[in-house]
């Protein structure tokens, strides 16, 4: 298991410093929202090598699998492929991990399905299968409040839909367990599909990226972290929490 930290644009380099100061991490999960936002991470090429990180992207929140529009869901595949065909070029990124999606809450309480399939479709895709086939897609239990718009993917249910009916081998499970604190649901009935885990605490009701023993999370978590043993596992804090939460590794 990896040990990593997530970073995004106007952090990277708070995050390299990090990792030279603490050797037990060693791959950072990088957020990119666009495609010139490539140059932030290629500017620290030469870094990276040196102290030895793997690298996976974090897709934009705004991504949006279960969209219903085909000609816009599409547009993310294409977002997606553009964005390894400029990074390959650097770097072996090692997944991409990525939220299902959102829907106008009075549409999805009517046929929560029909988007489901949508993101089938989606994980389904030849043209992603194929630009993606040297490594492996996540995707991540959200939360939802239910406003005007719902995320697709804060229960298990959803999971357990689209890892039956998709196609593709290569697409996996990233469990957050701050997430999970939100909105709870019985996501052990799929950790045998988990690769990643992202790591963080709150106070049940925030997203609030703070390090353990500063929310409500339980130290049962880490029994089941042992289980699962996952190939990454992200601490998605804040950069002051990281020290102490790393102690409990």
Known sequence: MKIGISALKFNLEDA????KKNKKIS???????????????????????KLNLSIS??????????????????????????????????FDIKYYNAHLGYIMT???EKNRQKYLDNTVEFLNEQKLNQKL??????????????????????????????????ENNNVYFC??????????SDYEQIF???????FSDNNGKEDLHIGYTKGILDSSIFEKIENVNPDYLILEINFDDIENTLKYF
């Open 16 to 19: 390299l410093n990090i990792c």
């Open 57 to 90: 992207i974090h897709l934009p929140m705004e991504l949006n699998t279960c969209e219903d529009i085909k000609f816009i869901r599409n547009s993310w595949v294409d977002f997606i492929c553009e964005m390894d065909k400029i990074l390959s070029l650097d």
């Open 175 to 184: 469990y957050d367990t701050g997430h999970d604190l939100i909105d709870n």
């Open 133 to 166: 086939n040297d490594k492996f897609f996540t995707v991540e239990n959200t939360y939802s409040k239910k406003g005007d718009f719902s995320n697709v993917g804060n229960n298990k249910d959803d999971f357990n839909y689209i890892f039956n009916k998709i």
């Open 27 to 49: 791959h950072i999960e990088m957020g990119i929202d666009n495609l010139e936002d490539v140059e932030s991470l290629k500017k620290y090429k030469d870094e990276i090598n």
């Open 106 to 108: 009075s549409r999805l």
């Open 192 to 198: 045998d599909k988990i690769k990643i885990i992202h």
